[in-house]
């Protein structure tokens, strides 16, 4: 006899839970399976479970528990502001943190009049430039990656939730240097974690997160200063910066952007649990 959803999802939650992984996966990884949405699992919780789903189910689970492969690797998608992202192994995946900076950002920019040119460095999957795209069309975006694979990515995610976006492929902001445009905005996710804390990364971040999206030389600075290095040439006279950083490196990356826009407005903001987590500034002339 088949198992309930219920029944299903109780023996995950106790597996995962005795191999010391986040029982959430089995909802997520269940919910992938049977194709279902949140709402109708909660209202089929007495159904059976068709066996071969179970047997595909179970094998996702027992590799996440053996390798501590994302689960989001292995449904090939993430949640980031309410929309579905597609996600893989080229492209960091979408932190809730990210989504406070982009609330954030969304704040700031409508308070300013419209239209603005915005540039989001390193875009990896493109959570970023496309959600503030649809959250304000009126936005011009622009974003770039090092990495080919991750703009595929993007590109894929652009095209499916029909945000109108150019990506290029560039080294931080080189492809933009000599170009003359100017931008009211650049915003990044950049790597910002220091190789030295490399080993004290979980298993499901360290050994399956690109290292271009995560690492960064100079105490895991070296990201922010190449970005804020090159800024003057690009940033329009009243532009912002906005910064995602590490919960320690809020004072340095100020300083950075004091001593290139010295008359410039840094703030450093808190995520929901209270560790500094944002870097915006406004450029002052």
């Not at 690009?234 to 919960?247: M, R």
């Amino acid at each position: 006899m088949n198992l309930t959803i219920q029944e299903v999802l109780n023996r995950a939650f106790l597996f995962l839970q005795h191999h010391h992984r986040e029982p959430k996966v089995a909802e997520i990884l269940l919910l992938h399976h049977l194709q279902y949405s949140k709402a109708q699992l909660l209202m089929e919780l007495r159904t059976s479970v068709p066996q071969a789903i179970y047997q595909a189910f179970q094998a996702d689970l027992q590799q996440h528990v053996d390798t501590g492969i994302p689960v989001q690797h292995l449904t090939g998608v993430e949640q980031f502001y309410g929309r579905t992202f597609t996600v893989n192994q080229h492209v960091l995946i979408p932190r809730p943190e990210t989504e406070e900076l982009v609330q954030y950002v969304l704040g700031e920019v409508k308070q300013r009049s419209q239209p603005l040119r915005v540039l989001d460095v390193g875009t990896g999957s493109g959570v970023i430039a496309i959600t503030l795209k649809l959250e304000l069309p009126s936005l011009a975006v622009e974003a770039g990656d090092i990495s080919a694979d991750a703009l595929a990515v993007a590109r894929l995610n652009a095209e499916a939730l029909k945000a109108d976006i150019t990506f290029r492929e560039s080294d931080f902001l080189s492809e933009w240097l000599n170009q003359g445009e100017q931008f009211d905005l650049i915003v990044s996710n950049p790597p910002y974690i220091s190789w030295s804390q490399q080993d004290d990364l979980m298993d499901t971040v360290k050994d399956f997160d690109p290292e271009l999206a995560l690492f960064a030389d100079q105490d895991g600075l070296a990201a922010y200063q190449q970005i804020i290095s090159n800024a003057p040439r690009l940033l329009a006279k009243q532009g912002c910066l906005a910064f995602e950083i590490g919960d320690l490196q809020g004072k340095q990356v100020q300083a950075l952007i004091k001593n290139t826009f010295p008359k410039s407005d840094v703030a450093i903001i808190k995520d929901l649990n209270g560790k500094d987590r944002i870097v915006f500034a406004k450029k002052r002339v």
